[in-house]
């Protein structure tokens, strides 16, 4: 069952140079207990989408101009704003990517806490020790003593876990991850990545996982989006991607991963920039930094086409007639 349906979302931002398509036309799904993950270069609009998600976009320069956002069914973009307050925590939550920016720094961790779960169980001398419960099933050792410690007196490591028992705490029917990993180093990001993939397992949490690894991808996630200048160009089971690239721009990002068993003199990149949002080509958005580049490609959009029943690329390569060239 999908507990998340995204269909032709459009958000634009109003900016001096003129409107930025930031989100423009994504359509993408994740169902109970699945991770679906986001992966993009910087700017591609990933977290955007994800605000866009929770209606947090940055009014009023930024605004949903069209498409829907299912969750269970209902339509949040239909929803008042004191409706979508009771959404927010409850049946969506959202972990950052800096805890440093996420905890009050004039308060406590069980302060923090308790005021979450206070939104849904109400005040009740029982709230401190459901804190502390929160904080076991995070794999927070000492919670009694966590639960008095102010966010300075913490690693970036346990500061990041206090937040994922805030995000989770009103056991939500979707989390949200924005590269929650970023901040922390490679030994303290795989246990985070492993707790969250055990309290999705025990509780059936839907993921919508947003990073530009991806190596975290093959880890976390069940299915992948690959999105560029706004768009979704390319979507499918990870395993099949990993195994069949089919947008220039995923193999370009792949390619771009270093191979541990493999010596290299320099780290391969992708050649030139993404457009700028507020001046979007007319066709391929892709077209100049991709190697298979034909007159076709700048003058139209590529039509999303399937690869296989579940996976599908925006490439004009992919269209029969062109597949054997």
Same mark, same amino acid.
């Given at each position: 069952m999908s507990v998340l349906v995204v269909r032709d979302l459009h958000t634009e931002l109003h900016t001096r140079w003129g409107v930025v398509r930031a989100v423009d036309?994504?359509?993408?799904?994740?169902?109970?207990?699945?991770? %679906?993950?986001? @992966?993009?270069?910087?700017?591609?609009g990933k977290t955007m989408t994800a605000l866009s998600v929770l209606r947090l976009v940055p009014e009023p320069a930024a605004r949903i101009v069209k498409g829907e956002v299912l969750l269970e069914g209902e339509d949040l973009l239909l929803k008042t704003e004191r409706e979508m307050r009771k959404v927010r925590g409850r049946r969506i939550s959202m972990? %950052?990517?800096?805890?440093?920016t996420s905890l009050n720094p004039v308060f406590t961790a069980g302060a923090q806490?308790?005021?979450?779960?206070?939104?849904?169980?109400?005040?009740g001398p029982t709230l401190w020790g459901k804190a502390e419960a929160a904080l076991r099933r995070v794999r927070v050792a000492a919670p009694e003593q966590r639960m008095r410690d102010y966010p300075h007196q913490m690693s970036g490591g346990m500061k990041q876990r206090i937040v994922g028992a805030i995000s989770l705490a009103r056991e939500p029917?979707?989390?949200?991850?924005?590269?929650?990993?970023?901040a922390l180093d490679a030994t303290i990001q795989l246990q985070y990545l492993m707790l969250l993939k055990?309290?999705? #397992?025990?509780?059936?949490?839907?993921? %919508?996982?947003?990073?530009?690894?991806?190596?975290? @991808?093959?880890?976390?996630?069940?299915?992948v989006a690959v999105m560029?200048?706004?768009?979704? #160009?390319?979507?499918?089971?990870?395993?099949?991607?990993?195994?069949?690239p089919r947008h220039p721009y995923t193999e370009a990002l792949m390619a771009s991963v270093p191979k541990m068993d493999t010596a290299v003199a320099r780290l391969p990149s992708i050649d030139g920039q993404p457009p700028a949002l507020h001046r979007l080509p007319v066709g391929c958005r892709f077209a100049e930094r991709c190697r298979y580049t034909e007159d076709l490609c700048r003058r139209e959009y590529p039509p999303t086409l399937a690869v296989s029943a579940a996976h599908d690329a925006a490439c004009w390569r992919l269209e029969p007639s062109r597949s054997s060239r």
């Open positions: 036309g994504v359509t993408f799904s994740v169902d109970e207990g699945e991770t %679906l993950g986001i @992966v993009g270069e910087s700017g591609s972990i %950052l990517q800096d805890p440093q806490l308790v005021e979450a779960m206070r939104l849904q169980h109400g005040r029917r979707l989390l949200i991850a924005d590269e929650p990993t970023t055990d309290v999705q #397992v025990r509780t059936k949490l839907a993921m %919508l996982f947003i990073t530009h690894d991806f190596g975290i @991808v093959a880890r976390m996630c069940d299915r560029y200048a706004g768009r979704i #160009v390319e979507s499918g089971p990870v395993r099949e991607i990993f195994r069949n």
